[in-house]
Every structure is written in structure tokens, then in C-alpha cells.
């Protein structure tokens, strides 16, 4: 598991002088301190870096809060900042887009030809009856084409929201079903292993259950024989050949606060909670916070692994790289296929300048050992990213000495769906202590703090807020705003602060050190996953009653989900059913979604307004003291 023990952390890396000379931003200080007391003031200023169709009246409007609105009385377009503004210049023929698939097939797009293919995608998405402000559903594999996809979307002014490929039917079903999707964009399938994975035969039993989809477009991709339902499914090259997807297509012209996109990702109950996040706001802080932190330069290769299925992958695959007119690697494929040593490889091959993973990626390939690495000359490589978990300091320093040669910072970055951007992470100058995300970005005031939200004294745990609005933030929960409201503000009086629902202590020298969720949500291998969603996925099997998840320690993944189950009346539980309730919740959820084990129980602690205590659970299994247990009901 993540040690953040601050004891641990006596070592300071400094940056190179090299580093320094480079910087993006030579200096943190000052120019933190400015950002704080003229927020407004150094968000404008950083808003002046993107082409508007009409500048804002008012930078902040926190007339309604916790509705904050950014940037109000503007016309604006992320797609204008990411596509159209670099068709004027020499970007125009630079690469977008460099693609690679397991199998080693290579594709890449310049910003010229990315701009024909998401126009001639908008363009069928229209011809289609995609209006503004429409959410159109997407569940595709990691090609090229869920990039243009989203893309396509945003330019006509349509929201996108993107499901994870790993998720199933019902995970599915469920995020068409609050969003109200008519469109589902899918593909016929990926490739993971070498192995074909099926994806339309996993959105044709979504569609079964969704009665508000009418047009499905399919992607071909794998090349999997899949079922077509005529007058519903397209396939998009059929769709593409027709006059009507032209490869001009005007962007429209939005309202800064008009919605870009919805993400779903898990909370404290089973239904998954779609972030809305709004064009303009979004954009000024992800290209703000891309720049600043890992020093792109227009001749940089950037390469984030992540999936665009994630928020990591909306904001620092797709949206900011592109708004910063850098060149994306892009791959689709297991990070260790058909070796080790496939990402270091593709490293090399492309000349990647700045690289950003997960801590359970590190950690999976450091188990490998350093010899895969060293095959490989990694010395374009300038600065690395750390996202989704604590880091662990091994996994650190492995990363910082083997991958980055002792001379790329680790820019640690903390943030989440919610946030949009990062929100605490070190400027390449900053300073770092293996395992702390250090400083907040400008403009932010973060803190930590007693239930009463008082802040507590360094070196305390508690819980993590920050105190104030910040361009990037989700707007609401899609449909429903006093969740938002009540989730994430107002416990603490008349302090205005955003709940993150981590824990965290911050060190004498103000550096953050984030420990782990408080509340009902799981990382496993950096997935945001809710304990809520796998329970109710294990109690939807037949044989069992009531269950219980939680999350243990695990080597690689971060944490392991364990599970426990009340069997119905008469059930006995053995290795069989044991296997096969871990592969039900796959099915109902996703493979990553998987518990390591089920144990069969004949109770499960619970407090007495019937909670069931997940810390409880978690002490136990670790043999530790399982704490106050006043409220327990037995
Ligand atoms: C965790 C991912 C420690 C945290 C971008 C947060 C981190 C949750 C870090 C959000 C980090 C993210 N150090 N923990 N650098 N980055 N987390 O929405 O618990 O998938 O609340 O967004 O990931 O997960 P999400």
C-alpha cells in the first residue's frame, strides 16, 4: 500500500539547473501569492492565452454558490482552441496525434488532418439529428476515433459522455439511462493480449435496456463479425462516404458556461454520479494547469497513458495537449505486451519528452526489473507525471531513477473527476519529497481540516478542502444539483470549502501528503470504483443476501477489493460459488471491478441505523484495533 508516512520523507530532490533554465514558470512563490489575492485578476491573464469569439463581462460569478460560474457573458469553443486556431499557423502541419496499436500498427493524424476528421464526424453526428446540448453516449477502445468522436461533439455544441470500454452492459445501460442518450457511439471491438475484445455485443445488451437510443454508429476497428440492427446501427465508414460528412463543418459558436462533457464516476451510493464539466472554464484551467506543470514546449512529444475513459484522459490526453498544440502518443494495448518493455520501447521510438502514468502502471513494470528499461535510450524524456493514487516512495524513486535518469521531475498530481485539472502537484522547480503531490496550483487554497472545519496542526490527518472556486470545477451532477450541493459544500457554516473526501496532512513546509478516501470509494489500480456499486452487483446474484466490500493493501494495485456475503437462506458457500459470484460482479461491472475473494458470513457489522462499518471490516481483516465501536449494532 501507499506509505506517506511524512517520517519517510526526509529526502528533498532538488531540480537540475537545466530544469530551472527551461521552466514554463522560473518562480512559485510570489506568483502563488498574486494568484490567490487576485484570483480573478490571474485567471483572466491566463485566459488570455486562448482565442474567445467574444471576451467575458465577469471572470467569476458567485452569485449562486456553490454554483460558481466562470467567465460569464463570453462566446467560446474548446474545439476553437484545440483545432481551428492552429489551422493558422505553421501547427497546422505538425503531427496531432500519433497512434499505435498493440499489434504495432501506426497512425498519426497532423492538426490539419485532425480537424478534417472530427469535422466530417460532426458532420455525420448531424446528419444524424445530433442538436446542441444533446448528450451523446461513447464506448469505444482507445483509437483515434474517440478522440475525433469527442471532438466532434464539442464542436457542434453537443455533450459528450464517455463510458469506459471496460465497463459492462449494465455499467452501461445505466450512464445512457441518466443521460438520456439517443446516440451511441461504439466500435466493433479492441485488442487486448493479442486477443480481440468484443465491445458492440456488449452495447447491443445495453441498447436492449436502454429504450432512449435510436442511432448506434460503429466503428470498425477490430474487425470482429458483429450483430447490426438495421435502422438503428450505422457503420461510421458507410456513414462517412456520404455526402453529407463533408470535411467542412463550422464550429459553433457557445456560451462559455454551455456543457462539454459528463463523467460518470462513483460516489457514496450505487448510482454513478455524472460530473458536468462546461467549455470554456475547463479549458483555461487544463491547458493553465498543462502548461505550468510540465513545461510543454511546441516542439514537445507528450504522451498520457491513461485511458480517455477517465478524467485523466479527457483532460490531459485529449483536451489540454491539444489547446497547448503539442503532439499526443496515444496507444491501445496492455502496457506489458508482448514484453515488459513496450512503453519504454515506444518511449525511444517516438522520442516521448514528457511522460504521465499511473502509480500502479510504475509499480507494475518495476516488478519486471530495471534490464527492460535499460534496453531502451529514454533521454528524450524531461519531465514525469505521477496521477490517480499516492505514490509510494519506492515506486518514486524507481521511476525518478530508472525511467528518468535522476534528471526529470516527478510531477505528482492531485485531482479528480470533480476538480477537472490538478489541482496540487510541483512545478518542475519545485522541489519534491517522494510521495507528497507538495503544493497547490495557483489560485488554489487547500487546507486541512476538523469536522467542524478548523484547520488542524501540521503533521495531523484530516480531512482535505479547498477554499475557493477555481476555473476547472464540475458545474453540478448532471440532473442533480442539490446532490451536488450537499455532496461537496456547505458543512462547515459560512466557509464556502469543496469537500474532496480525502484525507490528508500537510508538513511544516506546507506540503501535502495525501492519504487515501475517506467516504465509500475504492482505487484499485487508480479506477475510481464505490464499494456501493460492487455490492449491489454481488447482491443482484441469486444466491446471495446482503454484502459487504472493502478495500485492502495490495502490491501493485494500490488496493485489492475483498468482498464479503450473506448467502440466502440454506445457500452454503464453496470455491465454486466463490467463483462464480467474482465473476458475476465482472460481468455486472467490469473485469476491474473484480473482487480478489468473497467470504461467506453469517453477519456483517452495522451500525445501528443498519450502516454496514466497512472500517470495521477492513480492521479485522488487517488484524488491527477496530476502533470505537459505540455504534455498532450487536
Ligand atoms: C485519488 C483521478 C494521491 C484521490 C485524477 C482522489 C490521488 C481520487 C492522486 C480521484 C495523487 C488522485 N495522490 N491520491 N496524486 N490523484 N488521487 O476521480 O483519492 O478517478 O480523490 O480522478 O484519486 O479519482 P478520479
Known sequence: MADNSIEKSSEIYHPSAEVVANANVPEYEQLYQYSCENREQFWAEQADHLRWYKKWDKVLDDSNKPFYKWFTGANFNIVHNAIDRH???????????????EAGAVRS???????REVSKFANTLKSMGVKKGEVVTIYMPQVPELVFAMLACAKIGAVHSVVYGGFSYEALAARIEDAHSRVLITADGGFRRGKPIDLKSI???????????????????????????????????????????SNKCETEVLDSEDPLFILYTSGTTGKPKGMLHTHAGYAVYTSTTHRCLFDVKPEDRWWCAADPGWITGHSYLVY????????????????NYPYPNRLWQMVEKYGVNLFYTSPTAIRGLMRFGERWPQRHDLSSLRILGSVGEPINPEAWKWYYEVIGDSKCPIIDTWWQTETGGVMIAPLPITPLKPGSCTK?????EVAVVDDEGNEVPAGEEGKLVIKNPWPGMARTIYGDDERYASLYWGDYGDKEYYKAGDSAKVDEDGYVWVIGRMDEVLKVSGYRLGTAEIESALVSHQAVSEAAAIGLPH??????????????????????????????????LGKIAQPEDVQFVESLPKTRSGKIM??????????QDEGDLSTLEE
Open 87 to 101: 489551422l493558422e499557423d505553421a501547427t497546422r502541419n505538425k503531427l496531432a496525434i500519433i497512434w499505435e496499436s
Open 109 to 115: 493524424f497532423s492538426y490539419h488532418a485532425l480537424n
Open 203 to 245: 452495447a447491443n445488451e445495453a441498447m436492449k435496456r436502454s429504450p432512449t437510443i435510436e442511432v448506434c454508429i460503429t466503428v470498425r476497428n477490430n474487425g470482429l463479425d458483429v450483430e447490426m440492427e438495421s435502422e438503428r446501427d450505422f457503420w461510421y465508414h458507410d456513414l462517412q462516404s456520404l455526402p453529407v460528412a
Open 320 to 335: 489540454s495537449p491539444l489547446i497547448n498544440g503539442a503532439t499526443i502518443v496515444m496507444y491501445e494495448g496492455a502496457p
Open 440 to 444: 497547490p496550483f495557483f489560485g488554489n
Open 555 to 588: 502490491e501493485v494495485k494500490g488496493n485489492a477489493i475483498h468482498t464479503y456475503a450473506i448467502l440466502r437462506d440454506g445457500l452454503v458457500g464453496d470455491k465454486a460459488l466463490e467463483q462464480e459470484l467474482k465473476e458475476h460482479v465482472a460481468k455486472e
Open 614 to 623: 466497512r472500517r470495521v471490516l477492513r480492521a479485522r481483516a488487517l488484524g
